[in-house]
């Protein structure tokens, strides 16, 4: 277990924009949080510090004597994004509820503030080079923060997010006709190309996505 952030520090957390969790304290105090794996430092300027999930879940938590003790940091992946559901795996990461949505949907909005600020225009409406680098947890992630089921270990319906030989593209299968064309709706409006298409052997009718560069 991390020990519990101080007072100072628990001031910050608590004072973090609410969507994207952007951070504002001292050098000291957002240092001292990225080492304890409740923040991390954006890698392009103007460098602003962002909760991880592990600091959304700190900040939900009552502060005082009888708050849960800080759980153990999760180390966000590159971009600070943290590992969406990609349909059937045999762990599920995190919890399923209300707290797993509002970190899902957490981390979509971080998203999109890396798109915006990487970009030179400033756009959020187009992936960004993580996305790129990162197909299958991207395009996992717009699917989860829009509400679309991902499939269970056992498989049956829910979406599958899995890599292609393709360079750039990810295959989504989902079995439910009218869930993959909600799945292709949602990766248009997340800034994918998208096309569906058809398994020769089994008539599986599944989609290829490819981040939109323009």
């Known amino acids: 277990m991390a020990p519990s952030p101080t007072a100072a520090q628990r001031r910050v957390i608590d004072a973090a924009d609410p969507v994207t969790g952007r951070l504002r304290g001292t050098r000291t105090q957002l240092e001292a949080l990225v080492r304890r794996g409740l923040a991390f430092r954006h890698p392009r300027p103007p460098h602003d510090h962002f909760l991880t999930p592990a600091g959304h879940r700190i900040r939900e ?3 005082g004597p009888a708050a849960a003790p800080a759980p153990e940091p999760a180390a966000p992946s590159a971009g600070g994004v943290f590992a969406a559901r990609v349909g059937g795996e045999e762990t599920v990461p995190g919890e ?20 915006r600020m990487t970009h030179s225009d400033g756009s959020r409406d187009r992936p960004c080079a993580w996305e ?3 197909l299958v947890q ?11 089921r991902p499939a269970g270990p056992d498989g049956g319906a829910g ?12 295959a989504v299968h989902e079995p439910d006709g009218a869930a993959l064309r909600a799945c292709a709706a949602t ?13 020769p052997r ?13």
């Open 132 to 134: 790129r680098a990162h």
């Open 138 to 148: 991207a395009a996992a992630l717009a699917l989860e923060a829009a509400g679309r």
């Open 187 to 199: 990766l248009e409006e997340a800034g994918w190309q998208v096309g569906e298409h058809t398994e």
């Open 159 to 170: 979406y599958r997010v899995r890599a292609t030989p393709q360079p750039e593209a990810v």
């Open 61 to 63: 938590t009552p502060a």
């Open 96 to 115: 399923a509820g209300p707290a797993r949505l509002r970190e899902v949907r957490g981390a979509w909005q971080g998203l999109l503030e890396l798109r």
């Open 202 to 214: 089994t008539r599986e009718r599944y989609l290829l996505a490819s981040p939109r560069k323009v």
